[in-house]
């Protein structure tokens, strides 16, 4: 099987980074910009900066300030309609993964047609987005990096993707100054999805030794800076931080997500839940269910996460790597289980039916029973069967 690598984002990163937005967007070619960003962050200092950044670099700036949650389809049609009604010609996101998804929908429409639901997909536009900078606020959703936006439809229950080889951000800017005001809380959830991306990619059968290089890399960097970054406020740790999140999501978006992606879909379409607490309280389980087919990488894996290895077995080390994970959200804050608010027990063999397509599939097979595998590239495959215990152990049971 032939492999390729692909990453063509500049990422800029380290203290006062942040300042070099506006030379750097000016040096894409850029004169009219868009900024992306929500109610919150627009009011934070830093996001003054970056305005500053902009203008002092003689760019005029319109703004969109209005994302919540998810990223959005009608925001992201209405802001493109308004990028070729206003002559924009690039777009500068500063916020966490909905704000650089919803900039990167836009990008997409702006240069492609009326509305994101014509090029869902992957690689399903013929011209390049207009060139986007990104300015992550968390880390993270690792998007600043990703050639993909993931968008909430709301009237379908779904999350869709959209987004292709010519939708990659141009530069990425990482300053820990964006983590200082973020409070704890917000700060926990972005983090452990990015570790699990570390994670997903690292036990993906896409994995080669450069996704390798980066996925296990990170995850160490993330484990061994988490709780310093969340708990501490360290400015270093947060520097680590983010740029692991970035790491991983370079990793993944060549090697791809796996199972806990997966079967995190249907809960989030469906059950409306947070996309960090369907992949955090799933990727324990997806993890040692994948590692049993790579025990090497399981136990370098379980090394990266904390844990101490030595003399145990392969089996025993991907149990310490898992245990590792689980002390690790208990000093951040991250719950190991989920309610059954979150998920019904009664639900769990539906949504393992619901999450056979996967990320990837282009649609859902005809029939499907509980050997069917779900679709995701994995070390091992995966049975609707034992997606449903794997959901049900996320219930604690
Ligand atoms: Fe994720």
Redesign the pocket.
């Known amino acids: 099987m032939s492999l390729t690598y692909f990453m063509p984002t500049r990422v800029v990163w380290g203290p006062g980074s942040l300042d070099g937005v506006g030379p750097a967007t000016h040096g894409l070619g850029c004169r009219n910009v868009l900024v992306v960003t929500d109610p919150v962050i627009g009011k934070q200092a830093f996001f003054a900066r970056v305005l500053d950044s902009l203008r002092a670099a003689g760019l005029e700036t319109a703004l969109f300030d209005a994302c919540g949650i998810d990223a959005r389809l009608a925001h992201i049609d209405e802001q493109a309609a308004r990028c070729r009604a206003e002559r924009i010609d690039g777009i500068v996101c500063v916020g966490g993964g909905s704000v650089m998804c919803t900039g990167k929908g836009v990008a997409i429409v702006a240069a492609n047609g009326t509305t994101l639901r014509d090029h869902l997909g992957a690689g399903n536009f013929d011209r390049p987005a207009l060139p986007m900078v990104m300015v992550p606020t968390t880390a993270g ?1 690792g998007s600043e990096v990703s050639q993909f936006t993931i968008v909430k439809d709301e009237e379908r229950h779904l999350k869709l993707l959209a987004g292709g080889p010519l939708s990659f951000p141009a530069v990425a800017v990482l300053d820990p100054a964006v983590l200082a005001t973020l409070p704890r809380s917000a700060a926990v959830l972005p983090a452990v ?1 990015a570790l ?2 570390a994670i997903e990619a690292y036990l993906s059968d896409l994995a080669s030794p450069l996704t390798d290089a980066l996925a296990l890399e990170s995850a160490r960097l993330q484990a061994a800076s988490m709780r310093a970054s969340i708990l501490d406020g360290d400015e270093t740790a947060r520097a680590d931080n983010l740029l692991a999140s970035a790491m991983s999501n370079i990793a993944c978006g060549n090697a791809r ?1 796996s199972h806990a ?1 997966a079967l995190s879909l249907p809960l989030e379409g469906h059950l409306d839940l947070a ?2 607490l369907g ?1 955090g309280t799933l990727v324990p389980w997806t993890m040692a269910h994948n590692a049993a087919a790579v025990p090497a990488k399981g136990r370098r894996l379980a090394e990266a996460l904390g844990a101490d290895v030595a003399g145990l077995t392969d089996t025993q080390a991907v149990e310490a790597g898992v245990a590792a994970l689980f002390r690790l959200y208990d000093d951040i804050g991250f719950a190991r289980h989920l309610t059954p608010d979150h998920l019904p027990p009664e639900r769990c063999a539906e949504m393992a039916r619901l999450a056979v397509p996967g990320l990837y599939a282009p649609q859902t097979p005809p029939h499907i029973d509980e050997d069917t595998h779900i679709v995701a590239p994995a070390a091992r495959p995966m049975t609707v069967a034992q997606a449903t215990r794997i959901y049900e152990r996320c219930l604690g049971r």
Do not use: C, E, I, M
């Open positions: 959703s999805d699990t991306h997500l992606h996309h960090p992949v």
